[in-house]
């Protein structure tokens, strides 16, 4: 297992919150020494900052058309329009209203295929939460499907996936299907989530003949250098939230992922795979997001 399981993911938020709490003080004391009226200019900066975090930039969607490309794709499949969602932690910090608003701007991005890379409850959920009957307006003409990820399987597995049924969201758990356009294929795979030792990458894609175009959505970038092995050529992911807290000029403080912060949201090449990480929807363990805003990304696909 790559992820720390829930209880070690939130030691880590209480000492990285302790440690920016003392650094706070530490400089409030120093300018306070120094120059108080600056001192308390640097308090109401931090105020306003964790204000603008909390109630401003969680509900600012950043709407990404990223063109990528993918080796053997048909041509009949060029410029297909693929939209990706990840990390929506229904049930925490989340309104039903926002999310019907969202929901509408991306059926306004006219997507082909939609497809959501797990983490839809948020861990410790237990039932289904109001939010997710919201899910039911994610239709797209190919269709609208998703994996799970760490924090369904610390919720309660069987609500996620009866919430899914119930939006007529498809559900890919180790299973690849092949998508039919012109008579040629574009093959979808899922793979389930890595860090709760519930993948299986070979059985994934045992069905899947060399060579065609594939789209590999597994929730966790951790397992990118295994799918490269695969020549898989496209992979999506969420899981990291970019860090879902960064720092000017320093980027994210932390990334739950194996790699630290190597792969904590955007386009990479790793080997044979172009990787594309979301930055997710909503939040975890804390109700914040600073210079990491919300993302909804489009993806227009291209040979390669």
């Given at each position: 297992?790559f ?13 990285m ?9 530490v ?15 640097f ?7 964790l204000g603008y975090?909390?109630?401003v ?19 009949v ?7 990706l ?16 608003r ?32 919201e ?9 609208t ?10 919720a ?14 498809t559900?890919?758990?180790n ?10 294929r574009l093959?979808?795979a899922?793979?389930d ?6 993948d299986?990458l070979?059985?994934t ?10 789209i ?5 970038p ?11 050529p496209?992979?999506?992911?969420g899981?990291?939230?970019g ?10 403080v932390y ?16 080997g044979?795979t ?6 997710g ?24």
């Amino acid at each position: 297992m790559f992820s720390s399981p829930l209880g070690g993911r939130k030691t880590v938020i209480a000492a990285m919150v302790g440690l920016v709490a003392v650094l706070v003080l530490v400089i409030f004391l120093l300018l306070w020494l120094a120059h108080p009226p600056l001192a308390r200019a640097f308090m109401v900066l931090v105020v306003l900052a964790l204000g603008y975090a909390h109630a401003v930039e969680p509900f600012w969607v950043d709407y990404r058309t990223v063109s990528v490309g993918i080796r053997g794709l048909p041509r009949v499949w060029e410029g297909t329009r693929v939209v990706l969602l990840s990390d929506l932690h229904l049930g925490f910090a989340v309104s039903a209203g926002w999310l019907r608003r969202v929901f509408a701007q991306v059926l306004e991005h006219r997507p082909d295929l939609i497809v959501v890379t797990g983490d839809l409850f948020a861990g410790g959920t237990r039932g289904t939460p109001q939010e997710a009957a919201e899910l039911a307006a994610l239709a797209a003409p190919l269709g609208t499907f998703a994996v799970l990820g760490n924090h369904d399987h610390f919720a309660q597995t069987s609500a996620v996936r009866q919430a899914l049924e119930d939006a007529r969201i498809t559900l890919l758990s180790n299973q690849a299907l092949p998508l039919h356009r012109g008579g040629e294929r574009l093959w979808l795979a899922g793979v389930d989530d890595v860090g709760t030792g519930h993948d299986d990458l070979e059985g994934t894609l045992r069905g899947v003949p060399d060579g065609e175009a594939t789209i590999l959505l597994c929730h966790n970038p951790d397992l990118v250098e295994e799918v490269s092995e695969r020549q898989v050529p496209l992979m999506l992911s969420g899981h990291t939230h970019g860090g879902q807290v960064c720092l000017p000029f320093l980027g994210p403080v932390y990334c739950f992922s194996r790699f630290y912060r190597r792969y904590a949201a955007g386009l990479f090449q790793v080997g044979a795979t172009s990787l594309y990480v979301n930055r997710g929807l909503g939040k975890a363990l804390l109700p914040f997001r600073f210079l990491c805003r919300p993302e909804v990304t489009v993806l227009v696909l291209r040979s390669s």
